[in-house]
């Protein structure tokens, strides 16, 4: 499986600021996938992020509060913007397998904690 | 109804017994399901898929599909404290374009 890597591991924002979430993938894949984990809680998508176009936003989620960027096959960002309280959760980035059995592999998360 | 049910848990096993985690879907054209482990403050890791009726084995672990009552489950052999995590369902649903819905997961407590 894919190595993956996200940057920041952790980071605690006052409200009302932004964070980028940096997601690096030692090899090229072509989907990749964007989840949050509110405490306590599942994993939920948020949105999947392919190269060269706009990525597919789940319902709840909107473009404006979670922009995503996926320059190339290796590389994609999450912006967590105009933060609150409530987007305190751990940022996880998948990838989908080369072996086209659907299976997905996850980063190490980003904890972001909002003040 | 939630697409992927799971009991919360905490199942409690000791040392050595069988874990038997289920766990139900809605969308009857779900093709593929998968188990993840996820200990506490680590990201989920993949143990399992499976694809088709029946059981996987791989390991201590046994993957087990029934499509037509729409469950899976894991079967966790010999189980070892090691074990203790939270395991997650997840499921591909139809037309989902590869993206995945969790269960609420199913916290393990193997106990010595």
């Known amino acids: 499986s894919a190595v993956i890597s996200q940057k920041p591991s952790r980071d605690i924002c006052q409200r009302g600021t932004s964070l980028t979430i940096q997601c690096q993938v030692d090899?090229?894949?072509?989907?990749m996938f964007w989840y949050r984990q509110q405490p306590g809680q599942s994993l939920t998508l948020i949105a999947t992020?392919?190269?060269?176009?706009?990525?597919?936003?789940e319902s709840g989620f909107v473009i404006d509060k979670f922009p995503i960027s996926r320059p190339n096959l290796t590389f994609s960002t999450l912006t967590v913007s105009n933060m609150s309280p409530e987007d305190s959760s751990i940022y996880l980035c998948s990838v989908l397998s080369r072996d086209g059995n659907y299976e997905q592999y996850f980063g190490p998360g980003t904890r972001l904690t909002v003040t | 109804q939630k697409e992927v049910e799971q009991n919360s848990g905490p199942l409690s096993v000791p040392e050595g017994a069988i874990a038997s985690l289920n766990c139900t879907y809605s969308d009857r054209g779900s093709q593929s399901f998968f188990w993840y482990r996820q200990y506490s403050g680590k990201s989920p890791e993949l143990i399992m898929s499976?694809?088709?009726?029946g059981d996987k084995e791989d390991g201590r672990f046994t993957a087990q599909l029934n499509k037509a009552s729409q469950y899976v489950s894991l079967l966790i052999r010999d189980s070892q404290p090691s074990d203790s995590a939270t395991y997650l369902c997840a499921v591909n649903p139809r037309g989902g374009y590869n993206k995945l819905i969790f269960g609420a997961g199913t916290r393990l407590a193997v106990h010595p």
């Open positions: 992020a392919n190269q060269g176009s706009e990525a597919t936003y």
């Open positions: 499976i694809y088709s009726n």
């Open positions: 090899s090229q894949v072509t989907m």
